[in-house]
């Protein structure tokens, strides 16, 4: 069964700074990977996703991630973060295969930005 | 742009009482799914739906909880006999197909409370 561990639950940074925010995942073969993103009262956004082919992935609000197999590692990164980025931020991992799927997901980073 | 609706945002039971958690998924999506999150706890994978049927569940989907696709546009979970660790965040998802286009969209959640 496929796992995923965040190891950092709460990061703080200062607006302008960059960041990277941890996922390691378990799973026997190549898994279909995601950034979730939850800001207060809202559902989860879909920040980013990797199915195959190039291991470095764009995603939306100027975030990426890269894949790297030796490490079992998808660890998102921005150059430049913003006040509105603070909210919780979710690594989730999902079996390929026909049909429906279900996603495992870590236990999230808060992410806190000082103005 | 489209989004998953899920009502009521908040819902407070009594232990034993039936809930009924109500999701309207994105127009044209095919496949339905419920996760749940406990208070500091990872968000699990509860069911998976598709062409009227269950497609997938979790061992936490027990006999208590069933869902349903009542008419064309809302999805239902319910939980017949709520108890108190039923207390959690239930997400709603949907996406338009399996597999590779499996992108998971959620809604911003149901917090259920029970007493």
């Known amino acids: 069964a496929q796992s995923v561990t965040q190891p950092d639950i709460h990061i703080t940074v200062s607006e302008g700074a960059s960041l990277e925010l941890r996922c390691n995942y378990s799973y026997g073969a190549t898994p279909y990977l995601f950034w979730y993103v939850q800001s207060p009262g809202q559902g989860l956004q879909l920040l980013l996703k990797?199915?195959?082919?190039?291991?470095l992935v764009q995603g939306i609000k100027g975030f990426e991630a890269e894949f790297k197999r030796s490490q079992s590692s998808f660890n998102l990164r921005k150059p430049s973060v913003h006040w509105s980025d603070a909210a919780e931020y979710f690594c989730a991992v999902g079996a390929p295969g026909a049909g429906s799927y279900q996603l495992t997901f870590g236990k999230g980073t808060k992410l806190s930005v000082i103005p | 742009e489209p989004e998953v609706t899920q009502t009521p945002s908040h819902q407070v039971t009594q232990m034993g009482q039936e809930v009924i958690l109500r999701c309207v998924p994105i127009?044209?999506?095919?496949?339905f799914y419920w996760y749940r999150q406990i208070l500091g706890q990872k968000v699990e994978f509860l069911v998976s739906f598709y062409n009227n049927e269950i497609s997938e569940k979790s061992e936490i989907f027990d006999d208590q909880f069933s869902v349903e696709r009542p008419d064309g546009s809302n999805f239902t979970l319910k939980i017949r006999s709520t108890k108190l660790e039923d207390s959690a965040m239930y997400f709603c998802?949907?996406?338009?197909?399996?597999?590779?286009?499996?992108?998971?969209?959620f809604g911003a959640g149901t917090r259920l409370s029970v007493l």
């Open positions: 127009s044209n999506h095919l496949y």
């Open positions: 998802a949907s996406s338009v197909a399996g597999g590779r286009e499996n992108i998971q969209y």
């Open positions: 990797y199915f195959s082919g190039d291991t």
